[in-house]
């Protein structure tokens, strides 16, 4: 993997630390420590990475939200 496709799977990770949600971080955190990982199958990453984007995105309006 090269350096832009590890930029787009660390982005659930990114978008979940601005929530500030530890819930929501550690998470996105496996689903992009996965995406990287599954990298080679991009079906599955691809799996991995709109689960972690799922779940950072909700965290986010949550905050935004209760802001």
Known sequence: M??????????????ALTSRTAK???????TSIFTVLLG???HRAVVAWCVG???AA???RERLRAG
């Open 24 to 30: 929501a971080i550690v998470p996105c955190l496996v």
């Open 58 to 60: 909700v965290a986010l």
């Open 40 to 42: 080679g199958e991009p």
């Open 2 to 15: 090269d350096v832009l496709q590890i930029a787009i799977a660390a982005m659930p990770f990114l978008l």
């Open 53 to 55: 984007m799922l779940i």
